[in-house]
């Protein structure tokens, strides 16, 4: 088949003409298709509802070592949740501090302790230190991007690519610049290109050089179990492999069950070098008595262990695999072949890439939304809101029910056609 690049402005118009006709008939039904957001469908949030009757009036609510969890204390979390997360990340219990019902407000947390306190009992506060950096490979999470922002840190994009940041960039922008006091990276199945790092990736975030001493490394591993196929991408630890090369300190490692159970009603954890462990509790014991031990008891009842955990993640795997399936093959349909845009096949996460045209992405979500179809706002991969190329738009297949994700993917493509053959007209 012949790109659109390939074909004159007659045959392009003609095209255009055709595709209006069918973005007009669309607009004119009043569609009303939210794909903004990475959310569990129901049928997602069905599959934990047993959770919801594990305790009762008549439950134990004794922590495993015998702690009354209906009252205050035990601020790192309950011995039993500190276990199943660190079999998770497959890290200490003693690295651990299994907290409330979001690893954002974690992330958010570890950073404003260290522009206040900095990273340690010894560090300067990162204010202290002057105007602070973090390097953010995009596309990438926008709620990452709004800490920054709300927080005064100045970012510095970095080019995500398949085998994970362009660490040649990381490398030698950390080395230079002693105010680059930090990274963002989701290592495991990427939000949005659903990326997975790779081991010699992994190593070198572990032991490059950097001009900073209380540089951190944020490894949100939200996604860490949340494959969509048999033969799951493999992540290196890094906490390990930190150390090894030195830095024991480097690694803020985050992850929560958002996306396992509930999204706000989950259970989120911490794991890090014990001394990072215990400085956030010193820190965090001035903000809370301890957190949700009912939740806690609740999910580890439900959860029990990693082969109880990946049972439960095939059956949300059964859900959203056919959803991302009929994404990948609508895009194949409509636009496979004609030059004007490409997109990433995870194998995991919450999230497909669309790459479009230079300078396309913008309107095409523009005209998305008059056609009655949301989608998440083209830029907001990218630190300030604003993608340098204006090409990238994230796509969550989850949330929608099968038809409605159809008929959005197809708007979506219509409007890709539409506003690159616009730009090749030009
Ligand atoms: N990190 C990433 C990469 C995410 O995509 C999301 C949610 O979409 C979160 C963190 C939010 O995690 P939590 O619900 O634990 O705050």
């Known amino acids: 088949m012949a790109t659109y690049q390939d074909l004159s402005n007659e ?16 607009a004119s039904q009043q569609l009303q298709l939210d794909m903004s957001r990475g959310k569990p469908c129901t049928e997602q949030l ?21 702690t009354d969890a209906r009252n205050y204390g035990v601020l790192d979390g309950i011995p039993e949740a500190k276990a199943l997360f660190s079999s998770i990340l497959e890290v200490e219990p003693t690295q651990v501090i299994v907290g409330g019902n979001s690893s954002l407000t974690m992330m958010h947390d570890s950073i404003v302790q260290f522009l206040l306190h900095g990273v340690s009992e010894e560090a300067t506060p990162w204010i202290k230190q002057g105007n602070v950096k973090f390097l953010c490979p995009s596309p990438g999470y926008d709620r990452h991007f709004t800490i920054c922002e709300a927080l005064g840190i100045e970012m510095i994009p970095v080019a995500m690519t398949p085998e994970g940041p362009d660490m040649d960039e990381v490398e030698k922008l ?38 900073a001493n209380d540089f951190r ?32 300190d480097r690694i803020m490692e985050f992850t929560s069950t958002s996306k396992v159970t509930f999204p706000g009603s989950g259970v989120a954890a911490l794991a890090s070098s014990e001394k990072n462990i215990a400085f956030y509790k010193k820190n965090l014991s001035v903000q809370s008595i301890g957190p949700d031990k009912l939740n806690q008891i609740r999910h580890v ?22 959803k991302f399936h009929t994404v990948l093959s609508i895009l194949e349909e409509k636009l496979g072949g004609k030059g004007i845009a490409d997109w990433t096949n995870p194998n995991g996460g919450y999230f497909i890439s669309l790459n ?15 056609a009655g179809v949301t989608l998440t706002g083209a830029g907001a991969t990218y630190p300030y809101g604003k993608d340098p190329s204006d090409r990238n738009i994230r796509i969550a297949p989850t949330l929608p029910p099968t038809e409605e994700l159809k008929k959005a993917i197809e708007v979506l493509c219509l409007c890709v056609e539409m506003v690159s053959i616009n730009r090749l007209l030009q």
């Open 46 to 66: 069905d599959l934990s509802q047993p959770m919801l009757d594990i305790l009762t009036s008549s439950s134990t609510v004794k922590t495993e070592n015998g």
């Open 301 to 322: 009842a439900f959860l029990k262990d990693k082969d109880t955990l990946s049972a439960h993640m095939k059956k949300h795997a059964a859900i959203i695999a056919p």
């Open 174 to 211: 950390a080395a230079a610049d002693p105010q680059i006091k930090g990274i963002w990276c989701v290592p495991k199945y990427s939000n949005p290109d659903g990326f997975t790092y790779t081991d010699a990736v992994v190593d070198r975030l572990a032991g490059m050089q950097t001009a």
């Open 217 to 248: 490394i944020f490894w949100d591993n939200a996604y860490i179990v949340h494959h969509l196929s048999d033969e799951p991408d493999e992540l290196k630890n890094i906490l390990p492999a930190a150390a090894k090369a030195g830095y024991p």
């Open 356 to 370: 479009t045209m230079d300078g396309c992405a913008k309107d095409v979500v523009e005209l998305a939304k008059k």
């Open 11 to 26: 045959a392009l118009q003609q095209k255009y003409n055709t595709l209006q006709d069918a973005y007009e008939a669309i």
